[in-house]
């Protein structure tokens, strides 16, 4: 009997070295990564498990602009354009 958690989870028949057949669950893929701000979910932020997330380059992990990863990009241009505002 599968655990409450791996009950929707996908089941893989992994043949085992001994010979015998078991069942493994695949993990679940988390949600999109989310804008702290309105909430959109980010572009170029891929849906990974963290211990899948650690094996990319850091530039796969997000984008390089400021707020990249953090922020979306309508949100950061609505921030550039005020903080333009505020200095002129």
Known sequence: MPRPS???AKAVSVKLPGGRTTIHYKD???GPARCAICHAPLGGVPRLRPSEL???PKSSR???RP????ICHRC????LKMEARRMA
């Open 6 to 8: 791996q009950r929707r």
């Open 28 to 30: 679940k893929r988390p």
């Open 54 to 56: 650690r094996k990319l």
């Open 62 to 64: 997000r984008p390089e």
């Open 67 to 70: 707020g990249g990863g953090y």
């Open 76 to 79: 950061l241009q609505y921030f």
